[in-house]
């Protein structure tokens, strides 16, 4: 069974979509005892870092997730989540990837909006990704590149476009509007 987290951020539908297309069946859950059995979770997420956090901690999440066994795949704002700490609001994470989430510079090319490919540095989720592929991508805070980036996408500055730890991994930009590049990786994720 594949379980989404239920937490106040956006893409969860689009992200179930995506996951019923391939083939899987999911359900969208904080039931921390049906996240404890998932095959997989996925951490999906467009929104604000403190407010999100809020709410994990609240439900227990924030002690479950980084626990967790199985594959847990993050996804933008569940990326960002899934790091030390975040500039936006100030927020303590999960403290899953060692690194922190900053802002980008003020430009009138915040936020980071629209298609964009990535330079793989090695990947087990990026399987079968070609060097022109392009992902979509919506967010104006990034994670700094660390020793468990394993793609980067160069837009202002370099940042982590794909981050792999053990049994977790995540996305900066969203697997789930990215056309066939992006099925390729949820594909790819779960079938670890």
Not at 38 to 66: C, H, N, Q, W
Request: proline share 5%; charged share 20%; aromatic share 10%.
């Amino acid at each position: 069974m594949i379980a989404i987290i239920k937490y106040p951020a956006g893409n969860i539908t689009s992200v179930e979509n995506a996951v019923n297309r391939l083939g899987y069946e999911c359900v969208v859950t904080d039931d921390i005892e049906v996240l404890k059995n998932a095959d997989k979770v996925i951490f999906p997420g467009v929104g604000e870092a403190s407010t999100a956090m809020k709410y994990l901690r609240e439900k227990g999440l924030d002690k479950l997730i980084p626990a967790l066994t199985q594959p847990v795949l993050g996804i933008c704002l569940g990326q960002q989540l899934m790091c030390n700490f975040s500039e936006e609001n100030n927020t303590e994470c999960l403290n899953i990837f060692n690194t922190v989430v900053k802002k980008f510079p003020p430009t009138e090319l915040v936020p980071h909006m629209g298609w964009n490919n990535i330079e793989i540095l090695q990947s087990r989720l990026l399987k079968g990704i070609l060097a022109n592929d392009n992902f979509y991508f919506v967010h104006s805070f990034y994670a700094e590149p660390c020793e468990n980036t394993t793609a980067i996408c160069n837009y202002i500055l370099p940042f982590s476009a794909v981050m792999e730890k053990d049994n977790f991994y995540s996305t900066q930009f969203h697997p789930e509007k990215s056309a066939d590049a992006g099925e390729k990786i949820l594909k790819n994720f779960l079938e670890i």
